[in-house]
């Protein structure tokens, strides 16, 4: 999908800049981003998006050309499945579930149970798994817009800031907040290695010692997508774990679905 470079990237994050950036955010009937940062115009469009990550500003901006049933299939690997039925992010195989993990993270990130994928969730992920090509710099933008008091994107907004004031010769205070991405920011390819995992001619291999051998996925069932829209509010509504078991409802990591290919 030509976005490998902006998933290993990394970059300091700035989170009051990032904070002053929504607080000031301008609504929008477009595809851009307005808003202001220590008295500087920032204004976000896809191109300035690909200009910065260094991804294509072309493809689909929109999931409606595939059926839910077609999309839970490719998520599946699965030729027949049942549309009625929720599916989780457990019943999907390794690969499926690791590129939900960057769609739900890093992509079209949101606050709230990640182990029950939204219909665009499903479709995003079938679309990178059967070749179609996404904008993914206008589906950006418009989350960006469409999710203001979440702040998504802190590192890919601090990166955009930064250069923006760079280019007004304004220079960010020594003493700015500043943090370093954690693992929840970005996948790098140190983390990778230190996984044993590799991508090697078109699939993952998990290396063990001298050889390789293939990422072996575990059993999975049959299931579906609920009726909700793509958009639904709920699928993005912060839900308080309330008396749960650990690790019933928590947060999928790719540490953890590593471990699950450990056992298998």
Known sequence: MGWLDYICSSHTIYPRLVKMFYANLATSTTCIANSFVLGTPICITPDLIAETLGIPNEGITNFHDIGKTEALGICLEQPNVNPIMNVTSSHLPIASRIVLLLVTNTFLPKQGSHTLPSERDLKFVACVKNGTQINLPYLIV????????????????????????????????????????????????????????????????KVRGRGREPVREQAHVGGGDDDDEEDDPWQYEMRPNVGTSSGSSSRPTLDSLMARMDVA
């Open 142 to 205: 418009n989350h960006l817009l469409s999710r203001p008091n979440h702040t998504p994107y802190p590192m890919l907004l601090s990166r955009i800031i930064s250069t923006v004031l760079a280019s007004f010769n304004i220079d960010i205070p020594d003493d700015e907040q500043s943090v370093k991405p954690s693992h929840k920011h970005l996948v790098n390819k140190a983390g990778l290695r230190q996984l044993n995992l590799e991508f090697e001619e078109g699939e993952w291999v």
